[in-house]
C-alpha cells in the first residue's frame, strides 16, 4: 500500500503559500508515487492557480493529487504516514491528539520557508519535542548542501530547455497571451507587490535606448502601473507604450503557464517564495521583491541570499546587482540603479545560467523529503 501525505496549507500570502503546497503535492504524488492529500482553508485562491478545481468541492482529485477543503472545526480523519504543517500552520488540535494515538508512529514535519540565512543549516531536521510525547521536525528549504534543497520537478530544466532552443513555440505560447513580440525589444515579466519605486523604475525604461515589452501578469502590482500611466484600470490584453516601453496586462495564468512566461522573458521581477524559486529555475537575471515582514526583518532574508548568489561575480557586477535589488526593496532610487545594471547585462545572463545549474545539481525539496522520511522509518 502507497504510504499516505498529508499537507496542511494556510492560505496566508494569496498564492505563495498554495502555489507551494500544489507544486510540492503533485510532485510527490507524481514522481514519489505517494497517496497525497492537500488541505487547504481557502480555495478560492487555489482555484486560480488550477483552473480546474472547483472551490466549492469538499474533496477532489486533481493530478493525482485528493484536494480537502480544510474546514474549521476539523472533522476527524485519520492521519497518514507523514503529516506535514507547511509555513508554520498551526495543526487542528484533535489532529494533533489523535497524531500520538496511532498504532504506528506519523513523522510530523514543519514545512519552514525559504531562507538563505547561515542558521538556517543548523535547525534544519532538527526535531521539537511536545507536550504529548510527540516530535516535530523542522525542514527548511535552501541553497546549500545543509538544508532541504529547492523545488524542482525531475524534468523541469529539460523542459525549460526545449522550450527556450525553440524560438518559435515561444513566440506561439506569448500569442497565445495576446503578446506580439518587437524584434528590437526584451522582454521583462513583472510580479510584485505594490511598490512605490515603480513609477521610477518604468520611466527609466521608457527613456532608455534599449526598447524593453513588460508583461505584467495580473496582481498587485497593476494598480500602480495604472497610476504610472495615469488610467483607472487596465484589461488584460491591452497594450501601452511610452517611448522606447510598452506595457501589457496579462491574464492570470496556471503555474504551467507562468512557468512558461518566466522561460519566454530576458529579465523577471518576481515577489514571494514560489514565483522567486521558479525565477531562478528560468536561468535569466531576475529581481526579488521580498515579502515585507515587521522592523524590515526581510532585509537580512534579502542580504543573505544576496551574498549566496552574488559569488562569482564581478565587483561592478555585483554592485549593481545588489544596488537595484535593494532599491527595489528598501525604497531607493530605482532608476539610477536600472542604468547602472545595464552595463553589466551579459555577464548577469551567462551567471543566472550558472547558477541554476549549480542548484540543479543538488537534491530537489521532494526528493529531501521523501529522502528524510525513509531515514526517519
Known amino acids: 500500500m502507497k504510504p499516505t501525505w498529508d499537507i496542511f496549507c494556510t492560505v496566508v500570502d494569496n498564492y505563495g503559500d498554495i502555489g507551494v503546497t500544489w507544486r510540492l503535492a503533485r510532485q510527490l504524488a507524481a514522481e514519489h508515487g505517494l497517496e497525497v492529500r492537500l488541505w487547504v482553508d481557502d480555495l478560492s485562491a487555489f482555484e486560480r492557480l488550477c483552473p480546474q478545481a472547483d472551490c466549492r468541492a469538499e474533496r477532489q482529485t486533481l493530478q493525482g493529487v485528493q484536494v480537502r477543503r480544510w474546514a474549521a472545526p476539523w472533522l476527524p480523519e485519520a492521519p497518514g504516514e507523514v503529516v506535514i504543517g507547511a509555513f508554520g500552520c498551526a495543526l487542528p488540535a484533535a489532529l494533533v491528539d489523535a497524531l500520538a494515538q496511532q498504532p504506528h508512529p506519523v513523522l510530523w514535519l514543519n514545512l519552514e520557508y525559504l531562507s538563505a540565512e547561515e542558521w538556517v543549516e543548523g535547525c534544519h531536521g532538527l526535531p521539537s519535542p511536545q507536550a504529548n510525547g510527540l516530535r516535530r521536525w523542522f525542514f527548511f528549504p535552501g541553497f546549500t548542501e545543509g538544508t532541504g534543497g529547492l523545488l524542482r520537478e525531475g524534468d523541469l530544466l529539460a523542459r525549460r530547455s526545449a522550450f527556450q532552443a525553440d524560438?518559435?513555440?515561444?513566440?506561439?505560447?506569448?500569442?497565445?497571451?495576446?503578446?506580439?513580440?518587437?524584434?528590437?525589444?526584451?522582454?521583462?515579466?513583472?510580479?510584485?507587490?505594490?511598490?512605490?519605486?515603480?513609477?521610477?523604475?518604468?520611466?527609466?525604461?521608457?527613456?532608455?535606448?534599449?526598447?524593453?515589452?513588460?508583461?505584467?501578469?495580473?496582481?498587485?502590482?497593476?494598480?500602480?502601473?495604472?497610476?504610472?500611466?495615469?488610467?483607472?484600470?487596465?484589461?488584460?490584453?491591452?497594450?501601452?507604450?511610452?517611448?522606447?516601453?510598452?506595457?501589457?496586462?496579462?491574464?492570470?495564468?496556471?503555474?504551467?503557464?507562468?512557468?512558461?512566461?518566466?522561460?519566454?522573458?530576458?529579465?523577471?521581477?518576481?515577489?514571494?517564495?514560489?514565483?522567486?524559486?521558479?525565477?531562478?529555475?528560468?536561468?535569466?537575471?531576475?529581481?526579488?521583491?521580498?515579502?515585507?515582514?515587521?522592523?524590515?526583518?526581510?532585509?537580512?532574508?534579502?542580504?543573505?541570499?544576496?551574498?549566496?548568489?552574488?559569488?562569482?561575480?564581478?565587483?561592478?557586477?555585483?554592485?549593481?546587482?545588489?544596488?537595484?535589488?535593494?532599491?527595489?526593496?528598501?525604497?531607493?532610487?530605482?532608476?539610477?540603479?536600472?542604468?547602472?545594471?545595464?552595463?553589466?547585462?551579459?555577464?548577469?545572463?551567462?551567471?543566472?545560467?550558472?547558477?541554476?545549474?549549480?542548484q540543479a545539481a543538488r537534491p530537489d525539496l521532494a526528493t529531501a523529503l521523501v529522502q528524510f522520511y525513509r531515514n526517519w522509518i
Not at 175 to 181: C, H, N, S, T, Y
Open 167 to 358: 524560438p518559435r513555440t515561444r513566440e506561439a505560447f506569448l500569442a497565445q497571451l495576446g503578446v506580439q513580440v518587437r524584434p528590437d525589444a526584451r522582454l521583462l515579466s513583472l510580479f510584485a507587490y505594490e511598490n512605490t519605486q515603480l513609477g521610477a523604475w518604468l520611466s527609466a525604461m521608457a527613456e532608455g535606448d534599449q526598447a524593453w515589452q513588460v508583461l505584467v501578469p495580473e496582481g498587485r502590482i497593476v494598480a500602480g502601473l495604472c497610476a504610472w500611466l495615469g488610467e483607472t484600470a487596465l484589461a488584460p490584453g491591452e497594450v501601452r507604450q511610452r517611448g522606447a516601453l510598452s506595457v501589457q496586462v496579462l491574464p492570470f495564468v496556471s503555474q504551467e503557464d507562468y512557468d512558461r512566461l518566466l522561460w519566454s522573458c530576458d529579465f523577471n521581477a518576481v515577489r514571494g517564495e514560489d514565483s522567486f524559486v521558479r525565477g531562478q529555475w528560468a536561468a535569466a537575471p531576475l529581481l526579488w521583491h521580498i515579502y515585507v515582514q515587521e522592523e524590515n526583518a526581510h532585509w537580512d532574508k534579502l542580504e543573505a541570499f544576496l551574498g549566496l548568489y552574488c559569488q562569482g561575480l564581478s565587483a561592478d557586477s555585483e554592485a549593481a546587482l545588489r544596488g537595484l535589488w535593494r532599491a527595489w526593496n528598501m525604497d531607493r532610487d530605482m532608476a539610477a540603479a536600472w542604468l547602472r545594471l545595464q552595463g553589466h547585462w551579459a555577464e548577469l545572463q551567462a551567471h543566472a545560467a550558472q547558477w541554476s545549474a549549480q
